[in-house]
C-alpha cells in the first residue's frame, strides 16, 4: 500500500494478530477482551528509514502480530539507514511488547542496521537496553534433538566415556600408591582419630550384620548339599561342603558384598558431602593432600578390618551349618566339628584371607573414587553412593573370578 504525504511517498504494510479458527475462543480476561487488539505496521521514509509502527494493548497470553512483514523488509534488496518505533498509539503493554521490541531489534543489528529507540517510551526504552545489556548465552537452551544419535555415534560417545573413566580410575590408583609410599616414610598427613574411629565403623560396628548374613547363608548351604547328599546317605559331608565353601570362597565374597553396601557407599557420601560443603576445597588451600587425610586412613581402615571380618564371618557361616546340621540333620555337634576340622585345611583359610584383604581394597578404593568425583549437589552425593555400591559389588564379582582362575592354575 502506498501513499503520498508531504510530498513523498511512504511504503505502508500493516501486519494484525491472525484471526481465531475457533468460534468459542474464551478471552484472557474481561479487560483484554475490551482493549484494541494489538497492530504493527512498517513503513519507509524519504531519508531511507524503516518505521515500525506498534499499536494496541500488549499482554502475555495476547495473540501478538508475527514478524514476518517486517523480516520481509529488512531482507529485501533495500537496506534502510536505520529502524525506529512509532509508540504513538501504543496501549497498556507488559512484558510481551518488550519480547517483539527485542526481536526486531535483534533482527535489524544481524544485518548491521541502526536501531533508534527515541520513539519508545522512556520506560519501555530502558528495560530494552536492560533485556540487551547481557547477550544470551549460546548453551542457555537445551539443544532440541529431532532424531535419536545415530548406532555408531553412541557407540563412540560411550566408548570415550568409558575411556575417561578408566584413566581417571588409574590416576587415583596412581595417587593411592605415592600416598601409601608416603605413609611407609611417615609423609602421610592423617589424624590418629580419624584413622581409628574409621576401623570402629568399619570393624566392630559390622559384625551384627556380618553375623546375620554369614550365619544364614552357612544354613542355607546345608539345606542344599544335604537335599543332594541325602540321596546318598552321607549327610555327614554337609560339614565339608559347608566347611570349605564358606572358607575359602563364601565367606569372604559376602562378608565384602556386605561392606561394598555399608562402607563403600558410607564412604562416597562422606566424601561427597565433603565436597558440596567444600570442605575438599579448604584442604586443598591449606596445602593438605586430600588423597592422604581423607582417602588413605578409609583404604587403611578397610585393609585391616576386612581380614579379620572375613574370619568371623567364615565361624559364623560353619555355625549356620552346624546349627542346620545338628538341630535337623541328627549330626552330632562333636561329629561336625571332627569332619569341618578334617575338610578345611589352612590353605584354604589363609587363600580366603587374602581374597577378603583384596576385596577390602576394592570396596575402599571404588567408594572414595565415587565420593572424590562426586558432583556438588544433594542429588550427585546419592548418586555417588549408588555408584560406589555398584562398582564395588562388580570389582568384587570380577576379582573372585580371577582368584578362581589363578587358584585352580595353582592347584590349592
Not at 222 to 246: N, P, W
Not at 302 to 307: A, E, F
Amino acid at each position: 500500500m502506498g501513499r503520498e504525504t508531504g510530498g513523498h511517498k511512504e511504503h505502508l504494510a500493516t501486519i494484525r494478530p491472525p484471526a481465531s479458527t475457533s468460534s468459542t475462543q474464551m478471552p484472557i480476561s474481561s479487560a483484554s477482551s475490551e482493549s484494541p487488539a494489538t497492530e504493527v505496521s512498517v513503513r519507509r521514509t524519504e531519508d531511507q528509514v524503516l518505521v515500525v509502527r506498534i499499536a494496541g494493548s500488549w499482554h502475555i497470553g495476547g495473540a501478538f502480530p508475527p514478524l514476518g512483514e517486517v523480516e520481509r523488509e529488512l531482507a529485501s534488496g533495500w537496506k534502510p539507514t536505520a529502524v525506529s518505533f512509532d509508540t504513538t498509539d501504543l496501549g497498556t503493554w507488559d512484558s510481551g511488547v518488550l519480547a517483539f521490541l527485542a526481536a526486531t531489534s535483534k533482527l535489524a543489528r544481524d544485518r548491521g542496521i541502526k536501531v533508534d529507540r527515541s520513539g519508545l517510551p522512556k520506560g519501555l526504552a530502558r528495560l530494552l537496553s536492560l533485556a540487551e545489556a547481557v547477550p544470551e548465552k549460546k548453551d542457555a537452551q537445551a539443544e532440541e534433538e529431532n532424531d535419536d544419535p545415530f548406532f555408531l555415534q553412541r557407540i563412540g560417545a560411550r566408548a570415550i566415556h568409558t575411556q575417561l573413566m578408566f584413566k581417571s580410575g588409574l590416576s587415583f590408583v596412581g595417587q593411592l600408591v605415592l600416598s601409601f609410599r608416603r605413609l611407609l616414610r611417615g609423609r602421610a598427613r592423617f589424624r590418629g582419630s580419624d584413622l581409628w574411629l574409621l576401623v570402629q565403623q568399619s570393624g566392630i560396628e559390622a559384625l551384627p550384620i556380618v553375623t546375620l548374613v554369614c550365619f544364614l547363608l552357612g544354613g542355607i548351604l546345608a539345606f542344599v548339599g544335604a537335599i543332594q547328599l541325602e540321596t546318598f546317605g552321607a549327610t555327614i559331608y554337609v560339614a565339608d561342603l559347608v566347611g570349605v565353601a564358606m572358607v575359602r570362597d563364601m565367606g569372604a565374597l559376602f562378608t565384602a558384598i556386605i561392606m561394598a553396601g555399608r562402607s563403600g557407599a558410607a564412604f562416597a557420601a562422606q566424601l561427597g558431602s565433603m565436597k558440596v560443603t567444600q570442605e575438599i576445597d579448604a584442604l586443598e588451600t591449606m596445602t593438605i593432600p586430600t588423597m592422604d587425610f581423607l582417602v588413605l586412613p578409609r583404604v587403611i581402615a578397610l585393609l585391616l578390618m576386612m581380614p579379620l571380618l572375613t574370619l568371623y564371618g567364615d565361624a559364623m557361616g560353619i555355625l549356620g551349618g552346624g546349627f542346620v546340621g545338628v538341630a535337623m540333620l541328627g549330626i552330632s555337634p562333636v561329629t561336625y566339628l571332627i569332619e569341618t576340622a578334617d575338610a578345611v585345611s589352612l590353605t584354604h583359610a589363609v587363600g580366603g584371607v587374602i581374597k577378603g584383604t583384596v576385596y577390602g581394597v576394592l570396596i575402599a578404593i571404588a567408594g572414595c573414587l565415587q565420593g572424590v568425583q562426586s558432583g556438588k549437589s544433594s542429588s550427585a552425593v546419592g548418586d555417588a553412593a549408588t555408584k560406589a555400591v555398584v562398582a564395588g559389588i562388580v570389582s568384587i564379582i570380577t576379582a573372585c573370578g580371577l582368584f578362581a582362575l589363578v587358584f585352580y592354575m595353582l592347584g590349592i
